[in-house]
C-alpha cells in the first residue's frame, strides 16, 4: 500500500508561481510511475503531468509554464507552476501506479492517490 501527501497549495494572484509537493509514505518512487492531475469545480478530473524514470509528460495545460521533478532520493516529486492563471484554480492530487505503459493520462491505472491540495488563482 502506497499513501500519497501533497503539499503546497494555497492562494496566488495571477502570473505567480506556486511549488506542490508530494510524498509516498514510507516508500520511494523509483519503482512507480508518479502523475499530478486536477479537478476544478464542476469538471472531470484532467490530466497536469506524469514522471517514470527519467522521462516526463505533460499534459497541454502545463506545457512550457509547469515542470515536474523528483528529488535525487526518489521520496518527493514536486510540481513548480509558474505564470498561473485563473483557469489553473482547482483541486490537485497527486496519483502513482506500477506502471502505465505510455498511457500517462489515464487516470484509472493509477492505483493510488493524495487527498489533494487546492490550488485557487485570483485573477
Known amino acids: 500500500q502506497v499513501q500519497l501527501v501533497e503539499s503546497g497549495g494555497g492562494l496566488v494572484q495571477a502570473g505567480g508561481s506556486l511549488r506542490l509537493s508530494c510524498a509516498a509514505s514510507?516508500?520511494?518512487?523509483?519503482?512507480?510511475?508518479v502523475a499530478w492531475f486536477r479537478q476544478a469545480p464542476g469538471k472531470e478530473r484532467e490530466f497536469v503531468a506524469a514522471?517514470?524514470?527519467?522521462?516526463?509528460y505533460y499534459g497541454d495545460s502545463a506545457k512550457g509554464r509547469f515542470t515536474f521533478s523528483r528529488d535525487s532520493a526518489a521520496i518527493k516529486v514536486y510540481l513548480q507552476m509558474n505564470n498561473l492563471k485563473p483557469d489553473d484554480t482547482a483541486v490537485y492530487y497527486c496519483?502513482?501506479?506500477?506502471?502505465?505503459?505510455?498511457?500517462?493520462?489515464?487516470?484509472?491505472?493509477?492505483?493510488?492517490w493524495g487527498q489533494g491540495t487546492q490550488v485557487t488563482v485570483s485573477s
Open positions: 514522471k517514470s524514470g527519467g522521462y516526463t
Open positions: 514510507g516508500r520511494t518512487f523509483i519503482r512507480y510511475t
Open positions: 496519483a502513482a501506479a506500477s506502471s502505465v505503459g505510455t498511457r500517462w493520462s489515464e487516470e484509472a491505472l493509477y492505483n493510488y
